[in-house]
């Protein structure tokens, strides 16, 4: 594919593609397309070397974000989702090992999810602030909601089309398909325990041929209120991270705008 086709079909996808995947949620609920909101999202973490800076960033303009983690990333670095947590960010489930679904049989990748949707939830039990647990289920194994009074939701306060969104969702877990792909059968599996998320805006950042510069550009002329962006919490990433994160945070707050959770 040729570099301008790339940007063009990759940053932004095409509705075409939203009616391959039926089922799966490509921007925010239509009450809050339009509005001043930005969900944004960082893939593949947590890692020592990245998510503690993204952290940082997201809490210097009181920013909230989902992490989809790797589930292999949150056995070896608890303490970085615990502190995710801890933040107000929401923790969604990317898979245990970052598994295509393209390679794997159908039943090893459900197995995959439920390894990582395992490993979120000790992180949510052991943790003293969180939201994953609401409501959260383990795949074909529901766990009954329990009170969450003490530990209110950190979003629940912003304007009403915000709250209507987060208030009618939270009680689903939320799964990324690693690459973005999926099949019609694993969506049909999926679709009843979790939120399946994919994303209005790729920022590409995992891209070593694209200059940190290029991938800002390009980024913010794709973003509109509501849409869903897609970071890398990755080693691969990090220049074009530590260069376009700041700016789309300083962009955005300076002009109205808020970041919420998924
Ligand atoms: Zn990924």
Redo the contacts with the bound molecule.
Sequence with gaps: MSKWLEALVMTRPPKLLHTLLPGCEWTAAPAVVGAPVIYLTF??GPIPDETPWVLEQLAQFDARATF?C?GDNVARYPEIARAALAAGHRLGN?TQH?RSAWQVTGKEYLSEVSECQQGLRVVFDNSDDGVLGVGDSVLGQSVPPTPNTQHPVPNTQSQATTSVFSASLDSQPLFRP??GRLTRSLIQALKSDYRIIMWSVLTRDYDPDLAPEKCLRQTLAAMRPGDIVVF?DSRKASARLRYVLPRVLAHFAGRGFRFETL
Excluded: Q
């Design positions: 893939d593949d989809f790797v990317h970052h690693p690459y890398h």
